[in-house]
């Protein structure tokens, strides 16, 4: 009989239809409970992801400032996900995410106070946003370490595509939702609702049951812990490789994210109902990336796609971005996040199957890092849109982002042998 404190595999083989290989992982009650638990919590943030930037830009009407608010969540993902990583290789890892939804559910409580109170001020939210910054490091490595204990590895794949698709079905609802009922309840409503879904994704969590941490990891030192996460992926070229990969189109296209609201309120004039149908189209497309990438067969070529998927993202944003009117660049926007839904799932999926569940938590934390990174891109890409303006920075370094992916292609030759290093991996599971 299965435990808590083992990885399980699927009692069948995973089924090879499309639709049935993408939900499998759904007949898992535990991995259920993971999956509509990351929902609520998702949906939350997607919904703040509007709801704090548009209220930013209100207080100070700065671009610059945008981009300030990007650098305090991810200064903070930046610098504690490798320890992150080591907690959720050596302790308890439900606990662990119920203490990081904690934090975030403490934030946005406070800032609702002070909305309330009407005493919000924009050093209130770069601090809420900081303390979100630190939920991150807790939360997203942990939250893979757990998919892979509960699913097994060879249900790794399609488990963390759903994932994936699930969390980009919060970008599409959460955004519209707060874009439009800013109007109708005002900041304050989103506020609370955003509170509300914290607390549904913290009982969820709860009922996922105890999930201790691999065996053995806790017979060395934290420190030890640490370094030899870094010393795993200074050891293991083609990690490396798909790690740094990975950050070129998030580090120079994905701080479109961040200066949406100011493509909305200064570009189509489009106010907050704009912008949140913008969020929702970014998240439209990466919906549709994740299902597509689940349903495709666990033995398809990576790389091509991979490197399609880099180029037509970075693209489809330069088209965005230089769209003259709202309409076409709502398409064009659900086209972009379509691709690089696809790359980050193959880029994520292909790390998570060539590396040992030992050290799973603190690989996990690098991509948690590499998330922090199109937060931190957005300061320069906001200071560079506040002296040029938004369409002439970001279709700037989307393109750059196209000719470095290419360039880096080029140049590596672990990254040209992926496809025959995950089938090796697969086979030696």
């Not at 992150?84 to 406070?110: C, F, N, P, W, Y």
């Not at 910054?133 to 759903?162: D, Q, W, Y």
Request: hydrophobic share 55%; proline share 7%.
């Amino acid at each position: 009989m299965p435990t808590a404190d083992r990885p399980q595999e699927p009692a069948h083989p995973v089924r090879t239809s499309g639709f049935r290989r993408a939900t499998e992982p759904l007949s898992n009650p535990r991995f259920r409970n993971v999956f509509f638990g990351n929902i609520a919590f998702f949906l939350a943030l997607g919904g703040q992801g509007v709801v704090r930037p548009w209220l930013a830009f209100q207080l100070t009407g700065d671009e610059f400032d945008l981009g300030l608010m990007g650098a305090a969540v991810a200064l903070p993902m930046l610098l504690l996900s490798p320890f992150g990583g080591v907690l959720a290789d050596r302790v308890e890892r439900r606990g662990l995410m119920m203490m990081a939804q904690t934090i975030a559910l403490a934030s946005e409580a406070g800032v609702l106070g002070l909305i309330l109170a009407d005493r919000i001020e924009f050093w209130h939210l770069v601090v809420s946003s900081v303390l979100v910054g630190c939920c991150f490091p807790l939360v997203m490595p942990t939250r893979n370490a757990v998919i892979v204990h509960i699913v097994g590895k060879r249900a790794t794949g399609p488990a963390m595509s759903l994932n994936m698709a699930g969390y980009n079905v919060t970008r599409v609802v959460g955004p519209a939702t707060a874009g439009f009922l800013i109007p109708v309840v005002g900041v304050a409503g989103v506020y609370a609702m955003a509170v509300a879904l914290y607390v549904v994704a913290i009982a969820l969590t709860a009922g996922i049951g105890r999930l201790p941490p691999p065996p053995g990891v806790t017979d060395r030192s934290a420190r030890h812990n640490l370094l030899e996460g870094f010393q795993y992926v200074g050891a293991n070229r083609l990690v490396l490789v798909l790690l740094a990969l990975g950050l070129v189109p998030m580090v120079l296209a994905m701080p479109v994210q961040q200066l949406l609201v100011v493509f909305a309120e200064n570009v189509w004039k489009t106010g907050a109902p704009g912008t949140g149908q913008l969020f929702a189209a970014m998240g439209v497309g990466a919906v549709m990336g994740s299902f597509w990438m689940a349903t495709r067969p666990p033995d398809a070529g990576r790389l091509k796609m991979m490197m399609i998927s880099v180029v037509a993202f970075g693209g489809f944003v330069v088209l965005f971005a230089t769209s003259p009117r709202f309409g076409p660049a709502l398409a064009l926007l659900v086209a972009a996040n379509v691709f690089q839904s696809a790359f980050s799932t193959l880029n994520n999926v292909a790390i998570q199957l060539v590396i040992p569940d030992s050290h799973r938590g603190r690989i996990s934390s690098f991509l948690t890092m590499s998330a922090s990174l199109p937060l931190l891109g957005s300061l320069p890409v906001a200071a560079l849109a506040k002296a040029v303006g938004a369409p002439i920075a970001v279709s700037a370094a989307s393109a750059l982002a196209v000719v470095l992916a290419l360039v880096f292609y080029a140049a590596s030759g672990e990254l040209r042998q992926l496809d025959r290093r995950i089938r090796r991996a697969m086979r030696d599971h």
